[in-house]
Each structure stands twice: as C-alpha cells, then as structure tokens.
C-alpha cells in the first residue's frame, strides 16, 4: 500500500480559484423581469394619463362656449315700414316677418327669396299695441278704436314621401324647393317635409272706451286639449289696465264647447304714468306695468275679483330709462334691459320686510354684461335659459342667464338698431331684423350655454331659489326646468362618506391589529388574521343590500340603542379587562390564549344586550322618550347629546388630571399591594374616573346650552331611514379588513429587538405597542389608512343603496348624500351622448380622478417622511 503524498492533495497556492458563474439562462430571465417590470410600469402611466386625457377631452367642450357656423345679410323684398315680430320654424326654413299694417312677409330664411305674401285683415285699423307668447304663434294685437284681436300663426309641418313631391317647383337651395307659397325639403329616408305657414284672425274685442287706443298688452294661452285657456292685459291711452281671462270647456261626448269669460280693471297707475310695455305670467296671476322711466309696477292678479297693485318699484336708477322687458321661459326671470345696455334679471322672491302687499319683491338676481347702446330687442329660447337682445347700434348678443356669460357677440351689417330678434326653435340660429327691415340671419352652435367653472364649482342664483346655492338637479318633469349641475353636493357627499366611514372603522382596525400583532397568542393570530382577511371577498353590492333593506330598518327601530351603543360597548370591553387583572397571575396566563379571546367576545354581547334592554330608558332619561322628535327640536335642549359627545374628551381630562396629581402616590399604592389588590385598585380609579367625566361633561354641556350652543341643525338633525350612519356601518365593514392587514402586517414588521428593549427597561406591552412599534410602523399603518380611504373615496353601490341619494350640503349624520361615484352610477345610463348632463357626468369622474391622485401623493409623502424617521430608530 502506498503513501500518499501531502503535497499532492493540496492545491497550490499559486493556482487560481475556480469562480461560480451565475447561469446564462438566469441571466436572461433577470434582463427578461426587468425589462419586463419597467415597460409594465410605463405602460401603468400612460394608462393613467390616458384616462385623464380621455376624460379631458369629453370635458372641455363644456367650456368652449360657441361658435358662428355660417351667416346671411339680405332686405326682404316688399316689406313694410316697422316691425312687430319675426318668427321662424323650428328648421330654419321659413321667416315670417309682421308689420303694424297686418302685412305678413313670408321668405326662405336661408336665402331671403320671397314666398306669396299673407296679411292679417285689420280693416285698415292701424295696430297701436301688440302681445305675443313664447313660442311666437299666438298673438294679440290693440287697436286705435280700443279693440284687441287674437290672431295664431303657424307653420303647419308634414312628412312625406318623396314620390308626393310636386314637379315644376323652384330650387331655393341644395334641400328646399318651392312653388311660391310651400316651401319642400329634401331628408334623410327619401322623404320630404312640407312647411306651409297658416294665419287665423279672431273677431275683434271691445275693451276700451271708444277713442282710447291700447298702447300696451300681452297674451298668454295655456290649460289643456279639453280645457284651453286665454288670458290678456291690455292698457289703454288714458292709463287704464283691464285684464281678462277665457276658459273653453268641451263636452267630450256631445262635443260642444262653452266659453267662459271674466274681466277685471286693475287698480289705476299713478297719475302721468307713461306705460312703455306690459307683461303678464301664464296663469294670469300676475301683471307687471313697465314705465318708460324704469319704473315697475306689479300687479297681484290671484283674487281675480281684487286685484292689488303689490308694488311699485325704479329698477334702473333716475337717469336711465326701461327700453324692454320681457320674460324666460317658465316666466319667472324677468329680463329689464335699459337706455345705457344694462340687461339684468329679476325675481320675485318673498322677502322678510319687503315693502309690498304680498311680501314679495323684485330682486335683481342676475347682471349681465352691457351693452355699448340701448337695448331696443329682447328674444328668449324655448328651450333654455338663454336669450338674445340687440341694441340701437345693431349689436346681437347670445347669453345665458344662469350661468351669466355672453356666448356670442354679434354685430348687425349697416349698424342699424334692431327692431326684433329671436332664438330659433332648436337654439340653432338667430334671426334678427334692423329698423331699416333688413333680415340678419346667423347659424349657430352653443351646445352648453348653462356651464361655467362658476357654475359648476361656484354657487348660482337659481330661479325661484332665495339666495345663491350649491345644488344638483339634473332633470325635471317641466319643460322650462333649469337644469342645476353643481358638482360642490357630490364632492362635498363623498367626503362625507368618506369621513364618517373612517371615524367608524379606522379605530376598529387599528386597534384590531394592535391587538393580535402583539398581544394574541400566534395560534389564536393564525384565525383572526386570515378571517379579517376574508372580509375583503365580500362584494359591495351584498354589503349595500344588506345595509338598505335590513341595517337601516333596524337602526331606525333600535336607534337609542345603537346610540347607546357607542358608549356601552367600550365600557364593556373596559370592565371586562378590569375583572380580568383580578384573576392571579397563574390563572390569567394560563388563559391568556383562545380563552381570553372568547371572553372579549362574551363582553361584547353583554355589551349588546345591555344595549337592547337599557336602550328605551336611555332615551327616556336624556332625550324626552323620543330620540326622533328631539332632533327635530320638538323637545328637550341640547345638553343630552353634548354631554355624550363630551364624555370621552372629560374622561382624558380626568384621566390626565389624575396622573398629574396622584399618579406617582397611586402607583406606590399598586406596587405595596400587589396582584387582585392592584387590580381592585385600578378598577376602583377607573369607576371613580367615569364618575368624574361624567359630572365634567354634564357641567361643560350645560355651560355650552345656557351659551345658546345648541348642535341640533348642525352634525344631528332631522332622521331619514337611509342616512350616513348607515352607510358608516355598511362602509366600514368593507374598509376595516383593508386597513386592518395594511397595519397588522406592518407592526409585525417592526424588528424584535425594538420590543425586547422596550421590555427590558420596564415597559409594560402596552406602552411598548403604543410607544415604540406604532411610531416605527408608523408608514405602514398610515399607508393602510390611505389605501382604506381610497377604497371609501370610489365605493359606489353602498352608497348608492343606503345613502338615499339626497345631493345636499349637510354634515347631518342622520340624513343622506350623494357621492361622486354613486351620482355617475345612477345617471350616466340615462344622460344623452355628448349632452351636457353627459359631459358633466365625466367631469364629476374626472374630479373624483383628480382627488384620489391628489389624496395618494399626499399621503405617499407623508408616508415617506414616516419611513425616514422610522428607520432613524
């Protein structure tokens, strides 16, 4: 057998050492993730931004106001001295043009080619006063021998076939063809519309004395098929108004019809009145007498029988004078427009102390921009709240009275004053006519008169409202609704939700995984934490059913026991941990695992159940038997909920006081007593200190109510079944489990040696937990916070379900909202492409968008700042 040589078996040390290569294939696969993970990452920002252009992009034509699409200048051929209207049909296809002769000039409005003449038959009575309504097809007009006559002026339209289309006619343009009195449009389908115009004169009325010519009136119809109504106001030259109302009723199965008809002289007008123009509403309840001087005098025509002058009131100052006057659709703005370009809008709103009969006055809620010369012509839209007006310079503007701006700036060729000017039917062009009868037509397109930034994010006068407001309404069963597209409610319900859900669930959770991070026994964490965990799964749209059809019933029945719940529960938890520190130490840490946990559970259903039986004398004792009409101010002060809101705040005052002044001395006596003694002691403190918050917090409620505090109106008021206290519950049990493992896990991050340092100088657990590993976890846990008011900012279908939908400015945590995500679930499936309730709806989307970006990167850098000091530990 051989030796073996030493020398050889060991390397030299001159030989170079073998190196391990890492693997080309993991290489690859590292190059592969990487590049992988970064394009991933750029492709999430220009997600991100995508969505945000796209939302953009659908939003700002809401704030492009709007354009001239084409124009046309041209005289109309045989037309007669003066204007009284000019009227269109609702496809810009044929104009009417009504001079105080009766003449009635029919042309092609896109050309200006004349059509046959028509005439209303006035038996050369010339017109000395004229009415018209909204819609321009009914009309009254006054005469030199004190006689009015109706008259109706329509465009009578049909569709046709195109094969029933007339030969020999004349091309007007690329669509329309006439034969001299019908004008024929070529549409979609192989159709044609026919548009022919119809007059029709009534007999003449005798209204005044013979001589006294009506210088002033206004017609309105109204009622129904069955039932239509006619009503006037005419002043004559002597000063004196007369208003008269007609009702037709007709007997469905004989079809005859009788006519009913009232008159009344209004109380006479001061003496040298110089009446201007006169108005009058649809239901003929009331009349307003406008003097050349600016001075408005307002009739209260309800009691038929006597009516009352209101009021009287100078609307434009002494040294301008009232040049028109007309009304918006729905026929509460009241448009005064005056010698120097002023154009504001009126309201007749009550007002406490209001010098008039009826406690209303003239409240001037909008001013527009003026013009540079008098206002001469004042046409509103069927549709909207916009209107035009022209002026002595033959200026045209288009603006909106809501919203306050001018869209359109027009000017008139030859710079003649207009003589009338209109809206057309679809808000789709403007027709307007110059003293010298000049027809000035333009095309146009203003898609979203009504939005502003101010508007949307500011408060708007609306009609019929007292002051400015924030409101969302985006629809209406009235055809002269005002569509009120405020965002301010919905931002302001969802953070309402927001804030209530966290104020529920955030102590729950934190306090949550305080507890099983450091003071459950693993095995018990090992259920909790995946149970928690499994709370997430359950869909929003369950917890929503849940909370409207079940929580929100019993919340309403048991509603002083929930409330009572707020301070039962914890005082159970507390006592119950009192009793435990009685039992010797052995026993308590031979049951400190699954036992102990068991028991807090048994604490909380006393808790409960002491809730449910103390619940109808707790609130027979502090809010008079019932908690309902309490909030409602029908009962009681404010002193019972202030005392309870008061309490936790007295019981830290107590607390603190004690621990400054007989804290050392009560530790001595823990420590001479030892074990159940101790804890007899903490639990003897701890009574005498509730009993001690308790009389603070009923001295501080009292003091607050002989103030004059009184939180009723404020935080608690009026109690609907679907309120924010629902959605709180319903919310947090979707955003507790969120935070809960956000914070658990980050706590139990935290190194060990930080706690076992903290225990190694003397600090009990809880010290340790609340002094040392929440400030280290302190990113972590602040991140769940966030991530947890993201998941409350979007929820959608618990608030839809259980907030009852109420868009109102309100912190009353009995009442209801209206969040940003919730409002577009419910209206985006009925609003119209490209409408504005459309586009408003993708900027509510794009404003929650903004929020929750603003929100993360301000909580990402309060995150990182905790990070830093976390790791200076």
């Given at each position: 057998?051989?030796?073996?040589?030493?020398?050889?078996?060991?390397?030299?040390?001159?030989?170079?050492?073998?190196?391990?290569?890492?693997?080309?294939?993991?290489?690859?696969?590292?190059?592969?993730?990487?590049?992988?993970?970064?394009?991933?990452?750029?492709?999430?920002?220009?997600?991100?931004?995508?969505?945000?252009?796209?939302?953009?992009?659908v939003?700002?034509?809401?704030?492009?106001?709007?354009?001239?699409?084409?124009?046309?200048?041209?005289?109309?051929?045989?037309?007669?001295?003066?204007?009284?209207?000019?009227?269109?049909?609702?496809?810009?296809?044929?104009?009417?043009?009504?001079?105080?002769s009766?003449?009635?000039?029919?042309?092609?409005?896109?050309?200006?080619?004349?059509?046959?003449?028509?005439?209303?038959?006035?038996?050369?009575?010339?017109?000395?006063?004229?009415?018209?309504?909204l819609?321009?097809?009914?009309?009254?007009?006054?005469?030199?021998?004190?006689?009015?006559?109706?008259?109706?002026?329509?465009?009578?339209?049909?569709?046709?076939?195109?094969?029933?289309?007339?030969?020999?006619?004349?091309?007007?343009?690329?669509?329309?063809?006439?034969?001299?009195?019908?004008?024929?449009?070529?549409?979609?389908?192989?159709?044609?519309?026919?548009?022919?115009?119809?007059?029709?004169?009534?007999?003449?009325q005798?209204?005044?004395?013979?001589?006294?010519?009506?210088?002033?009136?206004?017609?309105?119809?109204?009622?129904?098929?069955?039932?239509?109504?006619?009503a006037?106001?005419?002043?004559?030259?002597?000063?004196?108004?007369?208003i008269?109302?007609?009702?037709?009723?007709?007997?469905?199965?004989?079809?005859?019809?009788r006519t009913?008809?009232?008159?009344?002289t209004?109380?006479?007008?001061?003496?040298?009145?110089?009446?201007?123009?006169?108005?009058?509403?649809?239901?003929?309840?009331?009349?307003?007498?406008?003097?050349?001087?600016?001075?408005?005098?307002?009739?209260?025509?309800?009691?038929?029988?006597?009516?009352?002058?209101?009021?009287?009131?100078?609307?434009?100052?002494?040294?301008?004078?009232?040049?028109?006057?007309?009304?918006?659709?729905?026929?509460?703005?009241l448009?005064?427009?005056g010698?120097?370009?002023?154009?504001?809008?009126?309201?007749?709103?009550?007002?406490?102390?209001?010098?008039?009969?009826?406690?209303?006055?003239?409240?001037?809620?909008?001013?527009?921009?003026?013009?540079?010369?008098?206002?001469?012509a004042i046409?509103?839209?069927?549709?909207?709240?916009?209107?035009?007006?022209?002026?002595?310079?033959?200026?045209?503007?288009?603006?909106?009275?809501?919203?306050?701006?001018?869209?359109?700036?027009?000017?008139?060729?030859?710079?003649?004053?207009?003589?009338?000017?209109q809206?057309?039917?679809?808000?789709?062009?403007?027709?307007a006519?110059?003293?010298?009868?000049?027809?000035?037509?333009?095309?146009?397109?203003?898609?979203?008169?009504?939005?502003?930034?101010?508007?949307?994010?500011?408060?708007?006068?609306?009609?019929?409202?007292?002051?400015?407001?924030?409101?969302?309404?985006?629809?209406?069963?009235?055809?002269?609704?005002?569509p009120?597209?405020?965002?301010?409610p919905?931002?302001?319900?969802?953070?309402?939700?927001?804030?209530?859900?966290?104020?529920?669930?955030?102590?729950?959770?934190?306090?949550?995984?305080?507890?099983?991070?450091?003071?459950?026994?693993?095995?018990?964490?090992?259920?909790?934490?995946?149970?928690?965990?499994?709370?997430?799964?359950?869909?929003?749209?369950?917890?929503?059913?849940?909370?409207?059809?079940?929580?929100?019933?019993?919340?309403?029945?048991?509603?002083?026991?929930?409330?009572?719940?707020?301070?039962?529960?914890?005082?159970?938890?507390?006592?119950?941990?009192?009793?435990?520190?009685?039992?010797?130490?052995?026993?308590?840490?031979?049951?400190?695992?699954?036992?102990k946990?068991?028991?807090?559970?048994?604490?909380?259903?006393?808790?409960?159940?002491?809730?449910?039986?103390?619940?109808?004398?707790?609130?027979?004792?502090?809010?008079?038997?019932?908690?309902?009409?309490?909030?409602?101010?029908?009962?009681?002060?404010?002193?019972?909920f202030?005392?309870?809101v008061?309490?936790p705040?007295?019981?830290?005052?107590?607390?603190?006081?004690?621990?400054?002044?007989?804290?050392?001395?009560?530790?001595?006596?823990?420590?001479?007593?030892?074990?159940?003694?101790?804890?007899l002691?903490?639990?003897?403190?701890?009574?005498?200190?509730?009993?001690?918050?308790?009389?603070i917090?009923?001295?501080?409620?009292?003091?607050?109510?002989?103030?004059?505090?009184?939180?009723?109106?404020?935080?608690?008021?009026?109690?609907?079944?679907?309120?924010?206290?629902?959605?709180?519950?319903?919310?947090?049990?979707?955003?507790?489990?969120?935070?809960?493992?956000?914070?658990?896990?980050?706590?139990?991050?935290?190194?060990?040696h930080?706690?076992?340092?903290?225990?190694?100088?003397?600090?009990?657990?809880w010290?340790?937990?609340?002094?040392?590993?929440?400030?280290?976890?302190?990113?972590?846990?602040?991140?769940?916070v966030?991530?947890?008011?993201?998941?409350?900012?979007?929820?959608?279908?618990?608030?839809?379900?259980?907030?009852?939908?109420?868009?109102?400015?309100?912190?009353?945590?009995?009442?209801?909202?209206?969040?940003?995500?919730?409002?577009?679930?419910?209206?985006?499936?009925?609003?119209?492409?490209?409408?504005?309730?459309?586009?408003?709806?993708?900027?509510?989307?794009?404003?929650?968008?903004?929020?929750?970006?603003?929100?993360?990167?301000?909580?990402?850098?309060i995150?990182?700042?905790?990070?830093?000091?976390?790791?200076?530990?």
């Open positions: 057998m051989s030796a073996i040589d030493p020398a050889a078996s060991t390397p030299s040390p001159s030989a170079p050492r073998r190196r391990k290569e890492t693997r080309r294939s993991v290489l690859i696969a590292d190059k592969v993730a990487d590049w992988t993970i970064t394009i991933g990452g750029l492709f999430v920002i220009v997600a991100v931004f995508g969505i945000m252009a796209f939302l953009a992009q939003v700002v034509p809401l704030f492009t106001g709007g354009h001239v699409q084409d124009r046309a200048d041209y005289a109309v051929a045989g037309s007669d001295t003066g204007t009284l209207m000019v009227s269109t049909d609702e496809y810009r296809t044929i104009g009417l043009k009504i001079g105080p009766g003449a009635v000039v029919a042309f092609h409005l896109p050309t200006g080619r004349p059509l046959a003449p028509l005439a209303y038959d006035f038996a050369g009575v010339p017109v000395t006063g004229f009415g018209r309504t819609k321009r097809e009914d009309m009254a007009f006054g005469f030199a021998d004190g006689t009015i006559r109706f008259a109706r002026m329509r465009m009578a339209t049909q569709v046709l076939p195109a094969d029933q289309l007339p030969p020999g006619l004349t091309r007007l343009d690329d669509r329309d063809l006439t034969d001299g009195k019908v004008v024929w449009s070529r549409i979609a389908g192989n159709q044609v519309r026919r548009i022919a115009p119809e007059l029709a004169l009534e007999p003449p005798k209204i005044a004395e013979d001589g006294s010519a009506i210088i002033a009136l206004d017609y309105r119809i109204g009622g129904t098929t069955e039932r239509p109504t006619k006037f106001v005419a002043v004559d030259a002597s000063g004196i108004a007369r008269g109302t007609s009702e037709t009723r007709t007997n469905m199965l004989t079809r005859q019809s009913e008809t009232r008159t009344a209004l109380p006479a007008l001061p003496a040298g009145t110089k009446v201007k123009t006169v108005l009058m509403t649809d239901k003929a309840d009331q009349v307003y007498v406008g003097e050349a001087g600016g001075m408005i005098h307002r009739f209260d025509t309800r009691d038929f029988a006597q009516p009352t002058l209101a009021e009287s009131v100078d609307l434009l100052g002494a040294d301008e004078e009232l040049t028109s006057l007309y009304f918006l659709i729905g026929e509460i703005s448009v005064v427009g010698s120097k370009g002023t154009t504001d809008v009126y309201f007749r709103l009550q007002r406490p102390g209001a010098r008039s009969s009826d406690g209303y006055a003239l409240v001037r809620a909008h001013r527009l921009a003026p013009q540079p010369a008098a206002v001469t046409g509103a839209s069927q549709r909207t709240k916009m209107l035009v007006t022209g002026d002595a310079a033959g200026n045209v503007w288009l603006r909106h009275s809501t919203s306050e701006q001018t869209m359109l700036k027009l000017a008139a060729a030859g710079g003649k004053a207009i003589a009338s000017a809206i057309t039917p679809r808000d789709d062009g403007i027709v006519v110059d003293a010298d009868g000049r027809v000035h037509l333009w095309r146009i397109d203003v898609p979203h008169p009504e939005t502003t930034v101010g508007t949307i994010f500011g408060p708007v006068w609306y009609e019929g409202y007292s002051a400015p407001s924030y409101t969302w309404q985006s629809s209406s069963g009235t055809d002269s609704f005002e009120k597209l405020s965002l301010v919905l931002v302001f319900g969802t953070l309402k939700a927001t804030l209530y859900s966290l104020l529920f669930a955030v102590p729950i959770a934190l306090l949550a995984a305080i507890y099983t991070s450091e003071f459950v026994h693993r095995g018990v964490r090992a259920v909790v934490k995946p149970t928690m965990e499994m709370m997430a799964s359950l869909p929003s749209v369950v917890l929503g059913f849940i909370a409207a059809l079940i929580l929100a019933p019993l919340v309403e029945t048991w509603l002083s026991s929930v409330l009572l719940a707020f301070f039962a529960i914890p005082l159970s938890l507390f006592a119950a941990a009192h009793l435990w520190q009685l039992l010797p130490g052995d026993t308590a840490r031979r049951f400190g695992g699954l036992p946990l068991v028991l807090i559970f048994v604490a909380l259903g006393v808790g409960l159940l002491a809730c449910l039986w103390l619940g109808r004398g707790f609130e027979q004792a502090l809010f008079a038997g019932n908690f309902k009409a309490w909030v409602n101010r029908d009962i009681g002060t404010g002193t019972p202030m005392f309870l008061l309490l705040l007295s019981f830290l005052v107590a607390m603190t006081a004690f621990e400054r002044l007989a804290g050392p001395w009560f530790l001595a006596m823990q420590r001479r007593g030892g074990g159940t003694a101790a804890g002691l903490d639990l003897v403190r701890w009574v005498a200190l509730l009993a001690a918050s308790a009389l917090a009923f001295l501080a409620a009292r003091l607050l109510t002989g103030a004059g505090f009184d939180p009723r109106g404020g935080v608690v008021d009026t109690y609907v079944q679907r309120n924010t206290l629902v959605v709180a519950f319903a919310m947090g049990f979707a955003v507790i489990p969120i935070i809960y493992t956000i914070a658990e896990d980050a706590l139990n991050a935290v190194p060990e930080l706690r076992a340092a903290s225990l190694a100088c003397g600090a009990t657990p010290q340790t937990a609340i002094s040392v590993i929440l400030p280290t976890a302190a990113s972590g846990v602040f991140a769940g966030m991530v947890g008011m993201g998941r409350a900012v979007g929820e959608t279908m618990i608030v839809v379900m259980a907030a009852g939908n109420t868009p109102i400015l309100e912190w009353n945590v009995f009442n209801g909202l209206r969040a940003l995500s919730a409002n577009i679930a419910v209206e985006l499936p009925e609003a119209v492409k490209d409408d504005t309730l459309y586009r408003t709806l993708f900027l509510a989307a794009l404003t929650l968008f903004v929020m929750t970006f603003v929100i993360n990167t301000g909580a990402e850098i995150r990182q700042r905790f990070r830093k000091r976390a790791v200076q530990l």
